[in-house]
């Protein structure tokens, strides 16, 4: 299938040299119905404004400007950049490239004052970290209307387990306190070059618009302590947080394990604190 009239990205990434590199995280999509699949789960994206990190040679860019999509897509590794000019010279007017590291942008300020869709396939090595950036956004609701992004299917299993569940974590704990998330579908290693050793899964998040009130620093601290020695008693595990009294506070039994707690009593844990 072609989504577009450009050449296929076999094509464009040996005329440009783009080796994927280990060092950036980089997995390249070559199947254009697979990229194309990706972009729908975003919903109806015409005239939309999408932000898109490590878009590398821009097999889902063409995707989400074939679906209608304006794109902002923010690219570290210089190497890509040609290869995207000639996308952006294909859509005139619809896909602007900012060169440099996601991890430093601050994506509410190029939303402005309109609401904007993230679809991405993120690169391994900072995915986490940009999505618990995207979940601890203030003010809330967020400049964003949905996340739809590509993990290891591993990490996509943290974001949405449930309390009790191997996965439960602080990721499914802040994931699930301000969005709705749900796993769309999985990606086998054989679609990327090179392929990687785990199969990946799409998430789409979409934010609550009233999650139970709690400050956000405060709830992810108290997670990071809970579960950063989740085999403990919460009362050995949140002790640098005041340990028995906090939870006698927040009327949670201290012999209770992080895994075990629900949203609503990692929240009433924060807000005790």
Known sequence: MSIDDLPPLREVIER???????????NFLFDLNLTAKIARQAGDLEGQTVIEVGPGPGGLTRALLAQGANVIAIERDERCLAALQEI???????????????METD?????????????ANLPYNVGTPLLVGWLL????????????????????ERIVARPGSDSYGRLGVLA?????????FDVPPQAFTPPPKV?????????REAPLSCDATVLGKVTQAAFGQRRKML????????????LAKAGIDP??????????????LANSL
């Open 255 to 268: 012999t209770r394990r992080a895994e075990t707690l629900s949203i609503d009593e990692f929240v009433a």
């Open 235 to 246: 009362r050995q595990s949140v002790k640098s947080l005041g340990g028995e009294a906090l």
């Open 137 to 156: 956004a203030e003010p809330w609701p967020p400049f964003y209307s949905s996340l739809t992004l590509m993990f290891q299917r591993e990490v996509a």
């Open 88 to 102: 952006a010279d294909h859509y005139p007017g619809r896909l602007r490239v900012i060169p440099g590291d996601a």
């Open 107 to 119: 994506f509410a300020a190029l939303a402005g004052d309109s609401k904007i869709k993230i679809v």
């Open 176 to 184: 699930g306190w301000r969005t709705e998330a749900r796993i769309t």
């Open 199 to 207: 199969t990946s899964s799409v998430v789409h998040l979409v934010p």
């Open 16 to 26: 440009h040299e783009l080796m994927a590199r280990k060092s950036l995280g980089q």
